[in-house]
């Protein structure tokens, strides 16, 4: 029984930055890793960045390096990801995902805008 819910989503201008928020819970009772994909309409899902289960290895696709940072917070069964110096192409339906053991588990997603 794992919940995975996004938030802070919403429309920002070229340039701008938002901050996503990934809140995990139910019967965890370990720290595991947590990754952020992005799904465009007619793009397949694409990892965009991941944070292992202690927080000390961040990777990040070519298109985000540099513009964005994954973090976390495990008291909280929280995880981060700030997102700066959006681009258009950014705009995709963001969501979380945790790995325990052998399993994956999805969120909905948090739709983010970018403007020209």
């Known amino acids: 029984q794992v919940q995975v819910v996004e938030s802070g989503g919403g429309l920002v201008q070229n340039g701008g930055s938002l901050r996503l928020t990934c809140v995990v819970s139910?019967?965890?009772?370990?720290?595991?890793?947590i990754q952020w994909a992005r799904q465009a309409p007619g793009k397949q899902r694409e990892l965009v960045a991941s944070i292992s289960s202690n927080g000390n290895i961040h990777t990040y696709s070519d298109a985000v390096k540099g513009r964005f940072s994954i973090s976390r917070d495990n008291s909280n069964n929280t995880a981060f990801l700030q997102m700066n110096n959006l681009k258009p192409e950014d705009t995709a339906n963001y969501l979380c995902?945790?790995?325990?053991?052998?399993?994956?588990?999805w969120g909905q997603g948090t739709q983010v805008t970018v403007s020209s």
């Open positions: 139910g019967n965890i009772f370990n720290e595991h890793p």
């Open positions: 995902s945790v790995s325990i053991q052998t399993s994956v588990y």
